[in-house]
C-alpha cells in the first residue's frame, strides 16, 4: 500500500506564492506520473498539472505561467511551485501518483494513489 504525504498548504494573500510538497511512503518499485489535482468547492476535481518520470510536464490553462510543477526522482516527491495566485486558486489540492510496489518481492502493475488533500486558501 502506498500513502501519499501531502504539506504546504495553507493562507496566502492574492498574487502570493505557495508550495505544496508530496512524498510517497510504501515499498516501491517505480513511480511513474506524478500530478496535482484541485477541488474548489461545489465544482468537480480538476487537474492542475503533471510531470513524467522523464520530466514532461502537463498543465491545465488556467495555471500556465503561475505554477511550476517539479519532481525528485532520487526522493521521490513531487513539487508545486504557485505565483501569482488568485481567488480562484482557492481549493483543496490533491496529489496524484501512480506508482509500482513490490510485493513478494516481485514489482506489481502499478495502481493510482490519491493524497488526502491539502487546503489552499487565497485571500484578498
Known amino acids: 500500500q502506498v500513502q501519499l504525504e501531502e504539506s504546504g498548504g495553507g493562507l496566502v494573500q492574492d498574487g502570493g506564492s505557495l508550495r505544496l510538497s508530496c512524498a510517497p511512503s510504501?515499498?516501491?518499485?517505480?513511480?511513474?506520473?506524478m500530478g496535482w489535482y484541485r477541488q474548489a468547492p461545489g465544482k468537480q476535481r480538476e487537474l492542475v498539472a503533471t510531470?513524467?518520470?522523464?520530466?514532461?510536464?502537463n498543465y491545465a490553462d488556467s495555471v500556465k505561467g503561475r505554477f511550476t510543477i517539479s519532481r525528485d526522482n532520487a526522493k521521490s516527491t513531487v513539487h508545486l511551485q504557485m505565483s501569482r495566485m488568485r481567488l480562484e486558486d482557492t481549493a483543496v489540492y490533491y496529489c496524484?501518483?501512480?506508482?509500482?510496489?513490490?510485493?513478494?518481492?516481485?514489482?506489481?502493475?502499478?495502481?493510482?494513489?490519491w493524497g488526502q488533500g491539502t487546503q489552499v486558501t487565497v485571500s484578498s
Open positions: 510531470i513524467s518520470s522523464g520530466g514532461t510536464t
Open positions: 496524484n501518483a501512480d506508482v509500482s510496489t513490490i510485493v513478494n518481492g516481485r514489482p506489481r502493475r502499478s495502481s493510482n494513489y
Open positions: 510504501g515499498v516501491i518499485f517505480a513511480i511513474y506520473v
